[in-house]
């Protein structure tokens, strides 16, 4: 990873301090953001993920393979699973998406949304409305719960989250550094 020091600070002070619940690194394709967040789960790994009790990652989009969801259904299903719901396709999907929230603020959780993109509105600015993942976004957007971190990966920003500045923050990412380039140039 190469000229992302100052992201890689930006994501521990955000776990470490527990005021904001959401954290969107937004940024065209390319230009580093999978890559950034693993980088940092590598980190978190080694040092035993700082407390999470649990830890979950998702992605919404395989580069490479044009490969798109058109719902968050499945995801919502094995998150719930995940966190022991005991009946995690039952219900609709806002209850669903509030159910998960709620499991996720019992204990220190770190979600990861990678690629969120497919399925947000263009029509409508980025705004997520597939009904379960709204839900729980807002729901983990307004919490007090457990302090933990939902991190999402997209190339527009989440206009859901809007009206929670304090709770959900976002970071564009620009194109890396020329001399960071050069170095992952001379690396490679």
Known sequence: LFGRAEEL????ELW?????????????????KSTLVNKWLERMERDGFRGARKVFGWTFFRQGTGERVASADFFISEALRFWGDPEPDS??????????ADLVNR???????????PLQS????????????????TCLAQSDGDP???????????????????????????????????ALLRVR
Do not use: M, Y
């Open 16 to 32: 470490e301090s527990g005021k904001a619940r959401i954290a969107t690194l937004v940024a065209w394709g390319g230009v580093g």
């Open 148 to 182: 933990g971190l939902c991190v999402i990966t997209t190339r527009t920003p989440v206009t859901n989250l809007d009206e929670f500045p304090g709770t959900a923050v976002s970071r564009d990412l620009e194109q890396i550094s020329p001399e960071a380039g050069r």
């Open 91 to 100: 219900g609709s999907p806002w209850s669903k998406g509030e159910r998960l």
């Open 107 to 117: 204990e220190k959780s770190l979600l990861v949304l990678d690629g969120l993109e």
């Open 122 to 137: 263009p029509v409508h600015g980025g705004r997520v409305e597939d009904l379960g993942l709204a839900a729980l976004l």
């Open 9 to 12: 600070r930006w994501l521990d």
